[in-house]
């Protein structure tokens, strides 16, 4: 017998006529909701990559971008260069380990304090330890350079004040390079572990209660049911906002460092991470070429450190990874 041939296409076989147009026909309400960001993304993300190619030409105001002399790989040969004592591997080395102690002691301690409010009992005592851990994310980094001007400062700096009224010598912070590690990172905390604080809050509050009254029922007092409940329910949000924050390992707070530091010389070899030093060629030598080789330097090390630390993740609990 012969078959007979169909005119329309089996149920569920293919797409209908249209394709990926009648798709966003059908979807156009969420489409609408999305095409903002797409917008800003294009704009202010992808149209501003075509800068890269400062990178490899030695920028003059005259021939401008497309015009200027190409030279390759030049500027990067100037930012590389020196091995050991480049300026490369000081800013990596820099700004690497200070996002690694903001990112990962920044978010335990978040953790841990949202944690503590979480089990207290006084409602007004509660609130204002909230807003008090807060309130500093609000303060201006050129208020909180400030601060740590009248902190530290030599002559007239509340810490030297004090260390006089004990009998003991001052101290000149703002040169000894060696303490500012501990310096910045303070303020960092100080600064970021409320904000923080409010995500692990919001984890903490969307467990089931009922685990906790079984858990009460079974004999558990307060610190096996963080240990054993709150703690671990809590992991999936922690690996999650690591992640996210490593793909920013490379930038580091300029504003911060900037603020604290500024231009000071003597402490450049603990405080200068990439951002400053890209700020400087800019706005110091007027060196276009290598500010934009150290940019695309850093992002391209910073894309190659989220990939191995979402494979990793991948590997050892695959249902935390990002992608």
Not at 43 to 69: E, K, Q, R, T
Not at 162 to 180: C, D, H, Q, R
Not at 252 to 257: A, I, N, P
């Amino acid at each position: 017998m012969k078959k007979k041939k169909g005119k329309g296409r089996a149920v569920g076989g293919g797409k209908g006529k249209g394709g990926f147009f009648s798709e966003i026909w059908k979807k156009r309400t969420l489409y609408a909701m999305v095409l903002p960001a797409i917008i800003y993304f294009v704009l202010f993300s992808y149209i501003p990559m075509c800068g890269i190619y400062y990178a490899f030409i030695n920028y003059n105001y005259v021939g401008g971008l497309f015009h200027s002399p190409f030279v390759g790989l030049a500027n990067f040969k100037y930012f590389f260069h020196g091995g050991m004592d480049s300026p490369v591997w000081t800013l990596t080395k820099n700004t690497v380990l200070y996002n690694i102690v903001f990112i990962f002691l920044g978010n335990a301690l978040q953790c841990l304090v949202a944690v503590l409010l979480t089990e207290m009992t006084g409602k007004f005592f509660k609130r204002f330890s909230q807003s008090s851990i807060l309130l500093p994310y609000f303060v201006s980094f050129v208020v909180v350079g400030t601060i740590a001007y009248n902190l530290f400062n030599y002559e007239f700096g509340v810490v030297n004040a004090i260390l006089g009224k004990l009998g003991l010598e001052a101290v000149n912070f703002y040169s000894t390079p060696e303490i500012w590690p501990f310096i910045i990172v303070l303020f960092h905390l100080w600064k970021g572990i409320g904000y923080g604080t409010i995500v692990y809050l919001a984890a903490i509050m969307g467990i089931d209660r009922e685990i906790y009254e079984a858990a009460k029922i079974d004999g558990s007092n307060v610190f096996k049911e963080i240990r054993y409940i709150t703690l671990p329910l809590l992991k999936p949000t922690f690996i999650m906002l690591v992640l996210f924050n490593l793909g920013g390992i490379m930038r580091g707070q300029f504003e911060l460092f900037y603020q604290l530091v500024g231009r000071n010389g003597q402490l450049f070899p603990t405080t200068d991470i990439i951002d400053t030093y890209i700020y400087r060629s800019l706005t110091i030598n007027f060196n276009v070429g290598v500010s934009t080789a150290a940019g695309l330097y850093q992002s391209v090390f910073g894309l190659v450190i989220v990939l191995f630390t979402n494979h990793m993740v991948k590997r050892i609990d695959p249902d935390n990874a990002l992608f």
